[in-house]
């Protein structure tokens, strides 16, 4: 239940209730009575209070309203339910940002279908994978992923971003399918990093709360242009859409990220918010060119989630951007835990902050106690967006109603800090060790631009540490260098035994870490 006071705090942050005519707001309610709050029903109400403000502002397209932006995506579920789609069918979509990617999430919705987010980084091999175990139909595609889709099994169906636009927009305005008669489900894949991605069923907000939670810490604004560079297909990415379209934003989209090109819409949008995932902002602190502060005047929030800064990057960040940056800690399976405002940044750069409101987070050790503030234990949580399950019917362990995260963290000044994945520990001869101790230890060398150490398989020692290391450029650095570096700040079972130097660490296309391909490169 939404505490009555965190509610008014929310409408007068977000400033969601603004002047209008009284029949906007009657829309607004009906649209919301009518389709719920899902996608369809966020960005119906935004039709209905704000029909002719921008809501995408896409780099092929151009500007839409909302009210286009409804009508569109209207006639794309119905081309969508011409090719087979319908309540409760599989359907995929292999998309990256753009307007006609946002129509398919909301037309599969009103359709009542299931729609699965793919990520755009997938193989052919892995995308035929993901079809078979989510049961797919069909598969809506942006036209250069022809090849990729090219390996699906005959059986799914594909269906190319050219000619589905051109089906929509052969039908006449105002042509929709009706509301379906059960309500569409979003299956987001989990990032896949040790292994074929998992289908999570995400949940529907049943009301404001969410956003209640989020503009808790995040201080977003109805009206506001936000550039969304998180993949759409990534939890985060989604999240930024729900938002975006509950708050009538004008959202910006564009297709592939760059440091250069992310500068240049920041500017020439005058965009106030700005979501990403951090390794986007780890290259815009790398390649832009180093200016005085106020490079983007009108930029107030830099919200970001998806995987952890680099040790000390976030006071990097703000030194250069000033005090604009947000971190949401929490994942495709529990939506959010803590989340990390500025001021917090600045007094524990390495910590998530805290809970927002409606979040219970609590630290448990082995036994199912909860540990002592400092104590490292395993991070439980829970929310109203808590995922549903997985589509192959597992879940997560569970805990007094809590979610088990798989992180495990503990409490530092107040606050909440992540000391890695519980399975990511390494045990050699004994000694626990966890790799982000050991990578802090390593990015606190200046010659170090990244760095990622992995368990690896010993006969004496049944594990040992494997440190992969990307220097910056012009820099030069030896193997016992690296050792020497972490001899200096830690106990001796943290010292790699193997040092391997690369050109860049192989991440997914949401930045996370593919920690299986390093085990590879051994």
Not at 37 to 62: C, H, K, S
Not at 247 to 259: D, E, G, K, Q, S
Not at 455 to 466: K, T
Request: aromatic share 6%; hydrophobic share 45%; glycine share 12%.
């Amino acid at each position: 239940m939404i505490n009555p006071l965190a509610l008014a705090k929310a409408i007068v942050t977000t400033r969601l209730v603004g002047p209008a005519l009284p029949h906007r707001y009657v829309g607004q309610l009906a649209a919301l009575a009518w389709w719920g709050f899902g996608l369809v029903g966020e960005a119906a109400q935004a039709a209905r209070i704000a029909p002719n403000a921008v809501a995408v502002d896409d780099e092929d397209a151009g500007e839409i309203t909302y009210a286009e932006l409804l009508d569109r995506a209207a006639r794309v579920a119905v081309a969508l339910r011409e090719r087979g789609a319908g309540p409760g069918v599989q359907i995929g979509m292999l998309a990256r940002n753009h307007v006609g990617a946002l129509e398919v999430m909301l037309g599969a919705s009103m359709l009542g279908a299931d729609l699965v987010l793919c990520n755009t980084g997938l193989s052919a091999p892995q995308l035929a994978e993901v079809a078979r175990r989510q049961a797919l139909t069909l598969l809506v595609h942006d036209d250069e992923f022809a090849a990729v889709v090219g390996g699906l099994p005959q059986a799914v169906a594909r269906l190319g971003e050219g000619e589905l636009g051109a089906a929509a927009a052969a039908l006449p305005r105002g042509t929709g399918p009706g509301r379906p008669a059960r309500a569409g489900r979003t299956i987001i894949l989990t990032s896949g990093t040790t292994g074929t991605p998992k289908g999570a069923v995400r949940r529907n907000p049943g009301g404001i709360g969410p956003l209640v939670s989020i503009v808790d810490k995040i201080p977003l604004r109805a009206g506001e242009t936000v550039l969304v560079s998180a993949p759409i297909f990534h939890t985060w990415g989604y999240a930024a859409i729900q938002l975006c379209l509950t708050l009538h934003a004008r959202i910006v989209l564009r297709r592939r990220f760059t440091p250069e090109a992310a500068a240049t819409t920041l500017l020439e949008a005058g965009c106030q918010v700005m979501f990403a995932v951090p390794v986007m902002l780890q290259r815009m602190l790398e390649q832009l060119p180093a200016e005085p502060a106020g490079r983007f005047p009108k930029l107030r929030i830099v919200a970001t989630s998806g995987s952890a800064y680099p040790h000390g990057f976030a006071t990097r960040f703000m030194d250069r951007f000033g005090d604009v940056l947000y971190n949401l800690y929490g994942s495709t399976e529990v939506s959010w835990v803590c989340i990390a405002t500025p001021t917090e940044l600045r007094r524990n750069p390495d910590s998530v902050g805290t809970p927002p409101h409606g979040t219970v987070v609590t630290i448990l050790d082995d036994d199912g106690h909860e540990v002592a503030p400092g104590e490292v234990g395993r991070i439980f949580a829970g929310n109203s967006m808590v995922f549903d399950g997985y589509t192959a019917g597992s879940g997560k362990p569970m805990h007094d109603g809590l979610i088990d995260t798989g992180d495990l963290g503990h409490i530092e000044d107040g606050l909440y800090v992540v000391d890695g994945r519980a399975d990511d520990m390494i045990v050699s001869g004994g000694e626990n060790v966890y790799p982000a101790e050991v990578e802090s230890a390593l990015l606190a060398h200046p010659a170090v631009r990244e760095a990622c150490v992995i368990g690896v398989p010993d006969e004496e020692y049944g594990q040992r540490l494997a440190a992969f290391v990307v220097l910056r450029d012009g820099a030069r650095l030896t193997a016992d260098d690296v050792r020497d570096q972490v001899r200096a700040q830690r106990a001796r079972h943290c010292i790699p035994r193997d040092v391997v130097f690369l050109p860049e660490l192989p991440r997914n296309a949401t930045g996370k870490v593919l920690a299986r391909e390093l085990g590879r490169r051994l």
